[in-house]
């Protein structure tokens, strides 16, 4: 601008500050056979409401099935939005990555924050969803334990090779399943992208006439749980100890001892308490490594992670210099800040919570020169409470006095 009448002259300049907005984790991911069997198959749709689902992949006479009854429970929690994948009749849930076809459908969708396939128990089925959220690191597969096993046992064998039964999903078992309804029931691979629930729910079957109850896997109810949490509380606090709204009972009352040996293989349990009903009675990954144990804290670095990375976006291709550094440093710091104020990060001061550093020491001329901008955060997460201790003994009571002279 040329400056040539005598005057004032405004002039508006950018600030470089870019508040980092947090994503969302709210949506979910299902895949499986539709009623509607021929529906949109291997064509992600996304569905705002349980109508939206009737719509796209039922008709008049369709009967229920594991993708139908998740995303009907995923919905009665309160949740908002989901994407739905339609195997069809003959789809896998690993599908073909060069076809895009099942759950490689979704690899162009970001928005997702967990992936389920209602049903599918075999070892390839764990292995493909795992590999997924491994790959994109910005969601967390929830995966469904088998529908019946004769020992909990069972669930904390590591499958050998040859010994995975496929399982499809042609229709939703009723009770009384007998053994051509069970699967091979193994412990699912090792990872910190994923969780398994156990056991199977007993519902009201919303496609049957009159008052017919069928037994249906838990990944459509528990992610309804988690967005059901996130709203409510936050994705840093473990989505457990929340009732299951519309279970009526369960595949197998789990017992205490059941979870003894259930828990500590990372195989979350669902109780039934006599004063307080069905609820989600575990918030563990399927990692061994400690850092990673408790499914909040995946989440909580899932969040953290797309979030900062969606909000700094704009540092691309800037000059690699101080203002630069200091610019997204200040960004970053002023995103954490606000999560530990929601008691995401544990700390007394945000120096206790979490750190930043963007400066010459992490960016010295050889790493500028090979075009890298390097910020270091760390963060102290919220864990849960998973184990409350009381510890109580008797006491004499009264009060010490002590005599005046």
Not at 41 to 66: I, Q, Y
Not at 388 to 404: D, H, L, N, P
Request: charged content about 25%; glycine content about 10%; overall charge neutral.
């Amino acid at each position: 601008m040329g400056y040539e009448v005598p005057g004032i002259y405004i002039e508006e300049q950018s600030t470089g500050t870019k508040p980092i907005e947090g994503v969302s984790t709210t949506t979910a991911a299902f895949l499986g056979l539709a009623p509607k069997a021929d529906a949109y198959v291997n064509e992600p749709k996304a569905c705002n409401s349980w109508s939206d689902f009737v719509r796209l992949f039922m008709d008049k006479d369709s009967k229920g099935t594991h993708l139908a009854y998740a995303v009907y429970g995923y919905f009665s929690h309160g949740a908002r939005r989901c994407y739905v994948v339609n195997l069809g009749k003959d789809g896998t849930v690993a599908g073909d990555a060069r076809k895009g076809t099942g759950v490689n459908a979704l690899e162009a969708f970001d928005e997702p924050s967990m992936i389920a396939a209602p049903g599918f128990t075999s070892l390839a089925d764990y292995r493909a969803l795992i590999d997924h959220a491994e790959k994109m690191k910005d969601r967390v597969a929830i995966l469904d334990g088998p529908p019946s096993v004769e020992d909990v046992k069972e669930l904390t064998e590591v499958a050998t090779a040859g010994g995975d039964a496929a399982t499809g999903d042609p229709a939703a078992p009723a009770r009384g399943r007998g053994a051509a309804g069970r699967s091979s029931a193994k412990k699912p691979p090792e990872s910190k992208y994923a969780a398994c629930y156990y056991p199977w729910l007993t519902v009201r079957d919303p496609f049957a006439q009159g008052n017919v109850n069928v037994d249906v896997p838990p990944s459509g109810h528990i992610a309804g749980v988690y967005a059901m949490n996130d709203v409510q509380r936050g994705v840093h606090k473990a989505p457990a100890n929340y009732p299951v709204r519309g279970a009526l009972g369960l595949s197998r009352r789990v017992t205490p001892s059941d979870q003894e040996v259930l828990n500590p293989a990372g195989i979350n349990c669902i109780r039934f308490f006599s004063d307080s009903g069905i609820r989600v009675w575990g918030a563990r990954t399927l990692a061994s490594d400690p850092e990673w144990r408790y499914v909040n804290v995946r989440r909580l670095f899932n969040f953290i992670e797309e979030s900062i990375s969606k909000g700094t976006r704009w540092v691309v291709f800037e000059p690699n210099d101080q203002i630069t550094r200091n610019s997204i440093a200040r960004d970053c710091r002023a995103f954490l800040k606000l999560q530990w104020i929601a008691g995401a990060l544990v700390g007394a001061t945000p120096e206790q919570a979490f750190f930043v550093k963007c400066d010459a020491e992490n960016n010295p001329p050889e790493v500028v020169d090979a075009g890298r901008l390097v910020i270091d955060i760390g963060i102290a997460p919220s864990k849960p409470a998973e184990f409350v201790i009381f510890r109580i003994g008797q006491w004499a009571g009264g009060s010490e006095t002590q005599a005046s002279e």
